[in-house]
């Protein structure tokens, strides 16, 4: 092909569907035809602000981290795939070299790299592009019969999936998930398949509720509402806060049981924030941070595979990419959507 379409960030407000010239795969390489791309809170970000937190955008920038589809073609000495393989993309290349890499956990290496960030510069150009060139170690061939659709939910699964690993053993828990975004969600998915006997989910819209219903919490609070209450009679085991704001951090630190745990998943605003960080000390409550993913993917699939872990509910929408404009409203909106997906193949002969 001689250029493909691209979904390019320019700055605040400005989105645009470019043509560019189609990438060729180097040694090592493995070009992947996307199918489809999930709209992330981060896309979102750089859409509206031309920012996601302190990551600025610097030059044009073409989004999107979460992509599926089939291997197009191999770069010399590529041989883990074959061409015509339905496929997902796993977004980071971290360095391999620091400690954090060197310690098996390269989720939080400083010198990652993630597809549609700009954290550096130059930017690392991300997956929303008709024909995506990657490393042959981020492409992850799918199980026999999976639809490209789950697929493309891999990598915000893999996310939540990793905080609820956070949780250690959730068998028969109690589980708060603050936060019905389609992270929150996905971390109700698969909290299910980890075994939580409890998921109340809170969040201050009744649409993702309903979402979040569908994709099994046993109990669904909006924030706000008449007899919601403030949930410090909860006592739950653990809990995930997934909306990144401070209030739903408090509500984590207040609904936890004593000595309990909580989960930090949802990125807060930048700079300090005001949490109700006595109940730590006084409550002897354990806080970790999940950032990202690593091996997660693996699993995640497998889980796919199986039928144990629901994303079906997650998934509210595909739109082809000619209307990408109508698609990044559309996520936007929590009470017409949760995961919006763009179809780069819809309207192709």
Known sequence: MADVRAVVVHGAGDLRLERRPA???????????????????SDLHYWRHGAVGEFRLREPLVLGHEVAGTVHALGDGVDSVTVGAPVTVHPATPCGACRQCQAGRPNICPDARYLGSAARFPHVQGGFAELLVVRADQVIALPPGLDLRHAAVVEPASVAWHAVQRCGDVRGARVLVTGAGPIGCLVVSALRAAGAAEIVVTDVHPQPLAVAAAAGATRTVLVGAPGAGDLADLAADAAIESSGSPAGFSTCLRAVDRGGLVVGLGLLPPGDSPIAANLIITRELRVVGSFR???????????????????EPVVTQVVPLDAVADGFALAADPARSCKVLLDFAAGKP
Request: proline share 11%; charged share 20%; with cysteine.
């Open 23 to 41: 990438p060729e795969p180097g040694p090592g390489e493995v070009a992947v035809a996307v199918r489809y791309g999930g709209i992330c809170g």
């Open 293 to 311: 993913f690593d091996h997660e993917p693996a699993a995640v699939l497998d889980a796919l595979a199986a039928g144990r872990l629901a994303v």
